[in-house]
């Protein structure tokens, strides 16, 4: 096992529990001042019963500690490590959060800690279809796609 752990930005420890039953506790190493996004300031734009409801956040950026490159990465919240992803903002090394679904530890019903890390930014992570980068078609993807579906027509219309 790599002695080198990653660095953790969150406002507290995250402690991992392997099967052998050890626990791996890394420390918050900036807990008053852990990494976050910033975001515009929102606005009120209705009530529910005495519930204020404003708009959505938009997030324009990363506050709290800088952050520092560490080959063994980084371990930030979920929102933070999409935020980070989605930007390209891979200087820091692996970005980790702790896995909270199956892989929690709940003690009392309270997470206590996880059994494993979520890797964000491997090679190997597909993005999902909606973050797919399309580029408009052209004169010449356009006509193929035209000749394609006449060609097909034909074949259908004489292929009965």
């Excluded at 626990?23 to 190493?29: G, R, V």
């Excluded at 852990?34 to 529910?48: F, G, H, T």
């Excluded at 004169?139 to 796609?145: E, G, M, P």
Aim: proline residues 8%; contains cysteine.
């Amino acid at each position: 096992m790599d002695s080198q752990l990653p660095t953790n930005y969150l406002p507290h420890n995250v402690n991992v529990y392997l099967d052998d039953g050890t626990i791996i506790s890394i420390p918050a190493e900036f807990g008053s001042d852990p990494v976050r996004l910033d975001s515009v300031e929102q606005k009120n734009i209705d009530l529910i019963g005495n519930i204020p409801v404003v708009t959505p956040q938009t997030f324009t950026g990363i506050i709290g500690t800088p952050m520092q490159h560490n080959p063994a990465g980084i371990i930030v919240s979920a929102i933070v490590a999409d935020y980070m992803v989605k930007k390209g903002m891979t200087q820091y090394g692996p970005i980790y959060t702790p896995s909270t679904g199956k892989y929690a530890v709940r003690k009392d019903g309270v997470i206590a800690g996880t059994k494993a890390l979520e890797l964000w930014n491997h090679t190997s992570i597909k993005k999902r279809p909606w973050e797919l980068d399309f580029r408009p078609l052209g004169a010449f993807d356009t006509t193929c796609i035209v000749l394609a579906i006449t060609f097909g027509a034909l074949l259908g219309y004489y292929n009965r």
